[in-house]
């Protein structure tokens, strides 16, 4: 019997030195990307405006299953990675569980979530192209902090938009980005028509990342030398966050180890498919059958509640138009809802594996998201973002189960990244003025109303 | 030649099962601590009212060289042990340097700081006497955090006494340790005899960690079941700090490296005297012969510029008397002086070794020290706490030199935890706000001035 440590690291020699290409293996693909202008599949020429070559190839390479990580990348990854596999015995214990609960830490940088892991590619593959700028949205914060520090790292500057509610929430976050030089515009903003028209239509906005995508592509398609980039949602951010199910699933197997359940939060989908990645390949190759589960949030909840349509992945209807569960990109989640996970639509990707039954999903509310944070934070010495608290409540929630069963299963979660820009959410929780909120389906019914009309699809 | 990781991470079972007591391996020991109504030394007994007996007589005990570390202790240091010690591959490159720069790293917990390496130590020993309740200060916040997290984990409960100004410079603060369960107060406060003396004096005073002190012992003493415990300055503090140098020096001699010259901030001496202790050990035994530097802030300088004396521990002056490098105890930094760092004093172990001449010390102002932490941000991808980055600016100043003088001396210095809380700072900083506050001659005289008078001694 493998004696378990508390934290497991691989060693740097045990780095995974390529990424997965999750849809290598998916006999049944998404659908394709649309150009909104004629309808028809994108070619990668035609994301050249908006992405790097290297990147657009990224996003529509269905073939390679293994992508080397350039050398440079890696060493970027040594600074902060491998990350942490670590099994919750303080947790387990608290909650009396005969089930083994591990989850994957992802906090230990300075954007504090797993967003690094595909900003420092993003970055590197822009400079490598001899870009000279780039821009970018943020909802929460962790995405603008993190491609500002890789941003700096190879000297590109770097303009995020970030969703106004955020922005005014988390004054710190204006600090940190600004400390690796990067400059942030609350959105929607009057320096793009994209934002000017959205203000126009309602100036009291909160925002949205659907604006801010927005805003960033606009900004990208009409500086010269400079593109967008996007820390979720994409086909290549997937890619690059397989990093950490690689490594997750090495270190699993050296404990002797496999997850039956393997827990992620879900907003676009970014840790979410790099945290499942390699345990998907062996379902969809039949080696295993772990079950995989999506969590999201009740007041954002693209995957329990949308619809499975093509819709545009921006609220100023600008992007190419891409086939996910979406609750319209128009859907603007209440101003109540803190943190991250605020997207409207999911992943193509796991948009497509959920809906062919290979994924499950369940929604939170926050007053219950949060409980489980500070529950946590009291059991394993790290305070976890919101984000990373909805995996938690479900793994909560399903070692309560196995308390219930007395089966001993063994679940993994991804642990995202730390809470110490959440502090006004902790405290709003904490004092009880934190409330819940669930889009009606009236809402929903709306919001889907406006999804674009396409000849011969929807 | 032994290849170099960025980052280097014992196992579990490689941990410290002992801390290691300095004073065994002093040949001249730190002066007694005196009773301040006799100007006796101080007794294991007399200090019962205030400590846990378990930690009195750790703080007298000059004999025992290695303590076992209780294994309740042990295990709740492996949540967040060992901490990595980092080649600083990134940041010699920058600065073009032959040296070799490492790095001990101790912001992966909650509390974002080394200070839970004592505070979990404390807990343990007062839960085990079976002690009812806690008080503390807090000067930045990692003590009260650390704190307020250890007491959670213990069911104890704690109120901590912040300084004022950090308590009003650093809102979420009070968040992460009510998240904790801990009681907050901004002192000096009207809920002590000592906080309401001090407040009739100057009703406008920013405070200080030895007013925090005073309250937090008025507390203690006339509570029933509760005791005071504090985060830095104390033996016991450094004994369960030497968790930190007794990792870094195992993690050092795998990689056949030893320092050519340790480096630690310096307020208390908590960090420092933890990091230093075995090699400090190597030194006070002759087998080696390291150059230790402490780095302390321009505006609370109490090595450079105070005086070896006889004082009180605390501003209200009920605390027993240490003999210490000290400005006096009622010397106020500068509210404009960011982060910790802030005390009157420094470590009687600490005081006696510099006076000695087995330490140095230096001073540096803290717009210097900024520049040295966004520096270090960019090349690291670690946010680091003002505090820490007074050993960064050091660190740096080493290596630059060794880029002059062409020679690769080897440095280690400690990151002592993360600057997530102190993002006011930074924006101050980088908004170009931020001023130094050195003390005048004249200042520091009239503090000297107020040292105890002890028949026979001063």
Redesign the interface.
């Known amino acids: 019997m493998t004696k378990i ?3 497991l ?1 691989l ?2 020699d045990q780095m995974p030195k390529q990424w997965y290409n999750l849809r290598a293996d998916m006999k049944d693909l998404p659908d394709p990307m649309l150009n909104p202008a004629t309808f028809k599949p994108v070619t990668e020429e035609d994301l050249y405006p908006v992405f790097c070559r290297e990147l657009a190839h990224q996003e529509l390479d269905n073939e390679t299953r293994y992508v080397d990580i350039p050398e440079e990348v890696q060493d970027f990854y ?3 990675r491998p990350s942490p596999l670590i099994r919750a ?2 947790l387990e214990k608290a909650l009396d569980t005969p089930a083994k609960i591990y989850y994957k830490y992802e906090g ?5 979530s797993h967003k ?1 892991n595909s900003a420092i590619a993003q970055a590197y593959y822009a400079k490598k192209q001899g870009l000279t700028s780039l821009t970018t949205e943020t909802g929460a914060g962790q995405w603008g902090t993190a491609l500002a ?1 890789a941003c ?2 190879y000297h590109l500057p770097l303009t995020v938009y970030m969703v106004k509610c955020s922005y005014e929430q988390k ?2 976050r ?3 980005i ?3 030089d990067g400059e942030i515009i609350p959105s929607p903003s009057s320096t793009t028509n994209a934002g000017r028209a959205i203000l126009e239509k309602d100036p009291n906005t909160s925002g949205s990342l659907g604006c801010a995508i927005s805003e960033a592509v606009e900004k990208a398609v009409t500086t010269e030398g400079c593109r967008y980039v996007l820390g979720s949602v994409l086909n290549q951010v997937l890619l690059h966050q397989s990093v950490i199910g690689l490594e997750s699933k090495m270190a699993m197997e050296m404990l002797d180890e496999y997850p039956d359940i393997v827990i992620g939060c879900a907003g676009g989908g970014s840790n979410l498919g790099g945290l499942i990645a390699p345990f998907m390949q062996d379902k969809l190759t039949g080696k295993s059958n772990p079950r995989i589960v999506a969590v999201e949030p009740a007041s954002c909840p693209s995957l329990t509640r949308g619809r499975y349509a093509y819709d545009f992945c921006d609220t100023g209807r600008v992007t190419p138009l891409a086939r996910m569960y979406t609750l319209g990109c128009g859907f603007i989640p209440s101003a109540s809802h803190a943190g991250g996970l605020r997207y409207h639509g999911m992943s193509p990707i796991l948009s497509k594996l959920y809906h062919d039954g290979y994924m499950e999903a369940v929604s939170v509310e926050q007053t219950r998201v949060f409980e489980a944070a ?1 529950f946590f ?2 059991q ?4 976890p973002a919101p984000e990373s608290s909805h995996a938690i409540r479900a793994a909560i929630d399903e070692a309560l189960k196995c308390r219930e069963s007395g089966e001993a299963r063994t679940i993994l979660f991804g642990l995202t990244g ?1 809470g ?2 959440d ?2 959410a ?2 709003s929780y ?1 004092n009880g003025t934190m409330t819940d909120f669930i889009p009606t389906d009236e809402d929903l019914e709306k919001a889907f109303a406006e999804l674009p009309k396409i000849p011969g699809i929807q």
Chains 1, 2 share one sequence.
């Open positions: 440590p508390h934290r690291y060693t740097e040594k600074m902060y015995y303080n230990n940088n300075t954007s504090g690094l520090e700096s790292y004054p710190f204006k600090a940190i600004q400390t690796f500070v934070a009291k394993e010495t790290i305070l730390t110490y820009f502090m006004n902790y405290s904490l």
